[in-house]
C-alpha cells in the first residue's frame, strides 16, 4: 500500500515508517524541517516537507502523494516540560487534533483515500466504572477545567474520524508511551528519565491513577496492523498489564538507577501542576486490548511494562 504518514519524523511516527518498509508498503513521511528530511529518507520513506495546519499546503501535498492510506499522528508532546512549555504544546496539540484532523480529512477524501488511521490517547476515558475500559467506553464528559481543551480536541479527532462514511476511518487509543524517542527512555535528557533522577517526579495524591502503558515499538506495530486489517471504529492499543502510578512508577525509577520518588499530596500540586495533572495522577482507567488482539491479530513485544523497562529503553 501507499501510505502517507503525517507526522513521519516523530517518536511513533520513525518507528512506524520503520516498519511499514520492512513490510513492503510504499511511505511517504511528513516533516516541518528540511534538516529531518533526509533521516526519513535514510528510514526508507520519501520525505516531504508540510506544515499541518496550513490547509492549502496539506490538500497540495495529499494531492501529489496520491496515498491510499493516511495516519495522521501529528501531536507536539515532546520536547522540554517546562510549566510554561507545557501549556503551549498542549494547545499547540489540540489544534493538531481539530483543525489538523479536518485538514488532512478534507485533502484525505479529495484524492478518494480508502482508509485513515488517527492517534489519539487512553489518558481520559470516563473516570467511573472499574480499573480497565474496552472501546464502547467513552471519554471523560466533565473534565477539570484545565483539562477540558484537551479533551475537546480529542473528542473532534474521534469523532471527525470515526465518522467518515467516504472510507474507513479507524483511532487508535494508545497507552502512554516508552521507549526509544519518547520521554521514558534511556537518553538522559528523556523528560520522565532526567525528572526521575533528580527525584523531581513524585507519586501525587497516592499514586492511585491506573495507566496502560506501551512500549513505542509495539504502538506502531499495532498501527501497521490497523493499516492492514482494521474495520472502521475504536482500537485500544496497550500492554496486558495496566498499573496505578504507585506501582509502576517506583519500579522505573529504580530501573533507572535512581532513587524512590517522593510522595506528594495532590493539593499541594494543584495550584502548579492543575487539577487536569492531579487528575490523570489519581483518577486515570486503564485500557483492555482484548479487541485489537482478536480482531487485527496482534500481539506486543512487550505484554508488560516490567520486561519494556528493563529491556526496551534503548
Ligand atoms: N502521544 C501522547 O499522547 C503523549 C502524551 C504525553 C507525552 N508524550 C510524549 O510525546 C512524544 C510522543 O510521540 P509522538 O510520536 O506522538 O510525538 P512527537 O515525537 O512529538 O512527534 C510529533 C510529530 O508531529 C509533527 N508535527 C508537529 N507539529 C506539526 C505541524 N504544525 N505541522 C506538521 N507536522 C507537525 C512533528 O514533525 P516535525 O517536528 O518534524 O515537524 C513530528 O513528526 C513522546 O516523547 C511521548 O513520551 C506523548
Same mark, same amino acid.
Given at each position: 500500500m501507499r501510505v502517507l504518514i503525517a507526522? *513521519?519524523?516523530g517518536a511513533i511516527g520513525s518507528q512506524l515508517v520503520t516498519q511499514l518498509v520492512e513490510g513492503g508498503h510504499e511511505v511517504v513521511g511528513t516533516t516541518r524541517s528540511p534538516g529531518k528530511s533526509e533521516r526519513l529518507r535514510a528510514l526508507g520513506a520519501e520525505p516531504v516537507v508540510v506544515d499541518a495546519l496550513d490547509p492549502d499546503a496539506v490538500a497540495d501535498m495529499v494531492a501529489k502523494a496520491e496515498p491510499e492510506v493516511i495516519v495522521h499522528q501529528l501531536t507536539a508532546l515532546s520536547g522540554e516540560m517546562s510549566m510554561r512549555n507545557v501549556k503551549r504544546m498542549a494547545a499547540a496539540t489540540n489544534r493538531l487534533r481539530t483543525e489538523g484532523t479536518d485538514h488532512l480529512l478534507s485533502a484525505a477524501r479529495a484524492v478518494g483515500v480508502r482508509t485513515f488511521v488517527a492517534q489519539s490517547n *487512553?489518558?481520559?476515558?470516563?473516570?467511573? &466504572?472499574?480499573p480497565v475500559v474496552d472501546e464502547s467506553g467513552r471519554i471523560e464528559?466533565?473534565?477539570p477545567a484545565d483539562a477540558a481543551p484537551a479533551v475537546a480536541a480529542l473528542l473532534h479527532l474521534e469523532a471527525a474520524v470515526t465518522g467518515i462514511t467516504w472510507a474507513d476511518g479507524i483511532v487508535l487509543r494508545y497507552g502512554a508511551f516508552y521507549g526509544p524517542?519518547? &520521554?521514558?527512555? *534511556?537518553?538522559?535528557? *528523556?523528560f520522565m528519565t532526567r525528572e526521575l533522577r533528580k527525584r523531581k517526579f513524585p507519586i501525587v495524591g497516592g499514586g492511585g491513577g491506573v495507566w496502560s502503558l506501551v512500549h513505542i515499538a509495539d504502538a506502531a506495530s499495532a498501527t501497521v496492523a490497523a493499516i492492514e486489517r482494521g474495520r472502521p471504529g475504536i482500537y485500544h492499543v496497550a500492554d496486558d498489564d495496566p498499573a496505578a502510578l504507585r506501582d509502576w512508577v517506583p519500579y522505573l525509577a529504580r530501573t533507572l538507577g535512581a532513587k524512590p520518588p517522593r510522595r506528594v499530596p495532590g493539593w499541594l500540586v494543584r495550584p502548579l501542576a492543575g487539577a487536569g495533572a492531579v487528575d490523570m495522577m489519581t483518577r486515570a482507567r486503564g485500557i483492555s486490548t482484548e479487541k485489537t488482539k482478536r480482531e487485527l491479530g496482534w500481539e506486543p513485544r512487550y505484554p508488560s511494562w516490567r520486561t519494556g523497562f528493563t529491556d526496551g529503553l534503548s
Open positions: 507526522g *513521519a519524523s *487512553a489518558l481520559w476515558m470516563e473516570r467511573t &466504572g472499574g464528559p466533565n473534565p524517542g519518547t &520521554g521514558v527512555s *534511556a537518553a538522559p535528557d *528523556a
